[in-house]
């Protein structure tokens, strides 16, 4: 049984979240959480500045106003974040998923996915949220934050989800990618599909032995792999290959650097997220 635990909110990520939480959820008898987060800013006015001029009676007038201001825009994020809980519901029920849970919070969006992490297998969230645009290099503020914050995969949808018929491992050698390997290798959610192991850059001697148990240890586990070494750098060789062999699944460990040099020199794993237009599974 998968349990997943799939992050709502009211951007036009939701439908496709929903609908990548159905395809992982199908083929057992899997559960799926849909968790709705209310964030400390959501519901409350930015606190006045009331050091003018202002009497005792009108400070106080002023005061009584905006907490009912707060108060009123508090039930209005509760009432439509149960809304978004239950359409999200409906549509992974219409999809054939039947154990399917709503959960609406308050507080930090990360405090509230790691309580409930021990709990599930798998997060899906969208590669934006409802405050980013569609500007291709503008990714959702909280989608590295919960990837850098749980131990758990995290599947990124999407804008548009489509039928899951092979998918890539972007494999270097490393702690994340051999953990990629291994879930893979024990989960049933890639059953019967085409798998591509790819390596990008040297094409070594260890690359390749590396890249060889890798394989292997999917062959054993039943899957048809493709092995490839191809020299450059990886989030080109990449997302080249992702679009020249029709990709649906790109498989990779995550942020293998701090925040600090990743804001210094980059990140591989932000630029893949950026530049294919797949959902990506990534590991930590």
């Known amino acids: 049984m998968i349990r997943l635990m799939a992050l709502v909110d009211g951007s036009i990520y939701s439908q496709s979240v929903c609908e990548h939480a159905a395809w992982a959820a199908s083929g057992a008898n899997s559960t799926v959480g849909l968790l709705h987060v209310l964030g400390r800013r959501d519901g409350s006015s930015t606190p006045a500045n009331l050091s003018g001029n202002l009497d005792v009676e009108a400070r106080s007038t002023l005061l009584a106003e905006l907490a009912s201001l707060d108060e009123q825009k508090a039930k209005l994020a509760q009432r439509r974040g149960r809304v978004i809980l239950e359409e999200a519901k409906a549509r992974l029920i219409d999809d054939g998923i039947p154990n399917v849970a709503t959960n609406l919070r308050n507080g930090d969006l990360i405090e509230t996915v790691l309580e409930f992490e021990p709990d599930v297998d798998l997060i899906v969230v969208g590669k934006r949220g409802e405050a980013a645009d569609f500007a291709k290099l503008h990714l959702g503020s909280n989608l590295e934050r919960v990837v850098r914050s749980t131990s758990k995969p995290v599947l990124v949808a999407a804008r548009a989800f489509k039928p899951v018929k092979k998918f890539m491992i972007a494999f270097d050698g490393g702690a994340s990618a051999m953990k990629a390997v291994d879930h893979i290798a024990g989960s049933s959610l890639f059953a019967g599909l085409n798998c591509q192991l790819l390596s990008a850059g040297p094409d070594t001697g260890d690359t390749r032995r590396l890249l060889d148990s890798a394989a292997s240890k999917l ?57 294919c237009m797949i959902p990506i599974m990534l590991f930590r």
């Open 219 to 275: 062959r054993s586990n039943g899957y048809d792999v493709e092995a490839d070494v191809e020299v450059g750098t990886a989030d080109k060789v990449i997302a080249k290959r992702v679009e020249a062999d029709n990709i649906d699944v790109l498989v990779m460990g995550a942020y293998g650097h701090s925040r600090i040099r990743s804001l210094i020199i980059g990140s591989t794993t932000t630029e893949m997220i950026r530049s």
